[in-house]
């Protein structure tokens, strides 16, 4: 059987999907490419919408288009498509992250075939991706069960990624991490420069298509120990309050053996694959590169007995309220079409 071509209609509501993936800050920094008459999809960075002192080398841009790509996998599988990924594939083009296609129908699962099961189970995480959203909330002291731990251990390890849940000891460590590049921040102004561009604050966050508006802070931190990041620095912001948060926060890290840009891809595309599998679980989930973003800060956020290759993100995990979402910029802006007849 001939695969579905990819068409105009078709690719918008891929990237409509797409878009709804994390990115830091919420700077959403891809960019789409149909190539109409190929039926091909390409995916590239936006470096407009890099972050110079957070993120250097792109490799938290980098994962936000990886989780960009398992979004539009997960829905091109929900459209009955089988799609077909590369990742990286012109050596001579570096910026072109991924290009998809339709892969012909594979057989039907049987004992001794998996693709179709594999298409299967991306199409059942479809209802998660507009239901999840960043918590910058307090979640409950209770704890999360082991078979739903081991779900999300395997969500990453089929993307080639490895989730690992810290221990007590190993999640003061992190936690210790955090606060240490908070307090670098608070010295050195310029740490601020990317979180103060991408923050929206006031009239601005009622129509903003990016970045994280106000709303979408949570509240400050009166007591307890969550990683969370706040956007607000020492800015006022109207009818925010304060609450307590847990104590014994759930955090994971999620790593991946190398380091390179095929790897960061890989990372936001197991990450996308663990945050969907916790939201069908109920599980409210937060993100933290705080520590990650020095890098004399991020090797010793691995786990130094056994943990192994390069933490590209840290999860906190836990039951309490989902996130507000926040805004996203339209297809029209991130989708070209080229090729068409």
Request: with cysteine; glycine share 8%; hydrophobic share 45%.
């Amino acid at each position: 059987m001939d695969p579905q071509q990819l068409d105009a209609r078709t690719a918008a509501a891929l990237v409509a999907a797409a878009v709804l993936a994390p990115s830091m800050h919420n700077a959403q920094p891809w960019r789409f490419r149909l190539r109409e008459d190929e039926g091909v999809l390409e995916l590239r960075p936006d470096l407009g919408r890099a972050m110079p002192h957070s993120d250097p080398a792109n490799r938290a841009l980098y994962m936000g288009c990886g989780a960009a790509l398992f979004n539009l996998r997960v829905a091109a599988a929900h459209a009955g498509i089988s799609p077909e990924v590369r990742l990286l594939p012109e050596p001579a083009e570096p910026l072109l992250l991924a290009s998809v296609r339709s892969a012909p129908p594979p057989a039907p699962a049987s004992a001794h075939g998996g693709a179709a099961r594999d298409v299967a189970d991306l199409a059942r995480l479809h209802p998660a991706i507009q239901r999840r959203h960043t918590s910058r909330h307090p979640f409950d002291e209770k704890d999360i069960p082991d078979d739903a731990r081991a779900a999300l251990r395997t969500a990453a390890a089929q993307e080639g990624a490895e989730l690992l849940f810290a221990g007590p000891w190993h999640v003061e460590t992190v936690l210790d991490l955090v606060q240490d590049a908070e307090s670098r921040d608070a010295v050195h102004p310029e740490g601020m420069a990317d979180l103060r561009r991408w923050t929206r604050l006031g009239p601005e966050a009622d129509i903003a298509t990016d970045g994280v508006p106000e709303y979408a802070f949570g509240p400050r931190m009166r007591d307890g120990r969550a990683p969370l990041r706040d956007f607000a620095g020492r800015r006022p912001v109207a009818d925010r309050g304060a609450a307590a948060f847990e104590r014994n926060p759930h955090l994971a890290l999620l790593s991946t053996s190398g380091d390179t840009p095929a790897d960061w891809l890989r990372a936001g595309q197991a990450l996308e694959r663990v945050l969907l599998e916790a939201t069908l679980a109920g599980l409210a989930t937060s993100l933290t590169s705080h520590a990650l973003e020095s890098p004399d800060l991020r090797p010793l956020v691995r786990d130094p007995v056994v943990g192994r290759g390069h933490v590209q993100m840290v999860l906190r995990l836990g039951y309490g309220p989902f996130g507000p979402a926040t805004p996203r910029r339209p297809v029209r802006e991130v989708l070209d079409i080229v090729g068409a007849a």
